[in-house]
């Protein structure tokens, strides 16, 4: 059974940060692109960041570049989303997403909470 299951979000003020996990199994991780989304009332869901498959390449949203840093630990199935300097706008649910590499089945976590506010 495929399972994609998000942590580490919270509520934290502005200027704070945040590590989410998100811990992946039932599926072959090391051939899986990974991805964080978001998603904020009222708005679409949209990239946030994301890794190749063997780490190597890593993309992110102008809005998150050079505050946010994924990464993962296929020894571990498991993608991070290191969240630094966060800002309000920065307020949503965080999903994981799992893309295989060689046919693009995808899989999605059931998304963890993420409020940054004074």
């Known amino acids: 059974q495929v399972q994609l299951v998000e942590s580490g979000g919270g509520l934290v003020q502005p200027g704070g940060s945040l590590r989410l996990s998100c811990a992946a199994s039932?599926?072959?991780?090391?051939?899986?692109?990974m991805s964080w989304y978001r998603q904020a009332p009222g708005k679409e869901r949209e990239l946030v960041a994301s890794i190749s498959n063997n780490g190597r390449s890593t993309n992110y949203a102008d809005s998150v570049k050079g505050r946010f840093t994924i990464s993962r630990d296929n020894a571990k199935n498991t993608v991070y989303l290191q969240m630094n300097n966060l800002k309000p706008m920065d307020t949503a649910v965080y999903y994981c997403?799992?893309?295989?590499?060689?046919?693009?089945?995808?899989?999605w976590g059931q998304g963890t909470q993420v409020t940054v506010s004074s």
């Open positions: 039932g599926f072959t991780f090391s051939s899986y692109t």
């Open positions: 997403k799992a893309v295989a590499v060689m046919n693009l089945h995808d899989y």
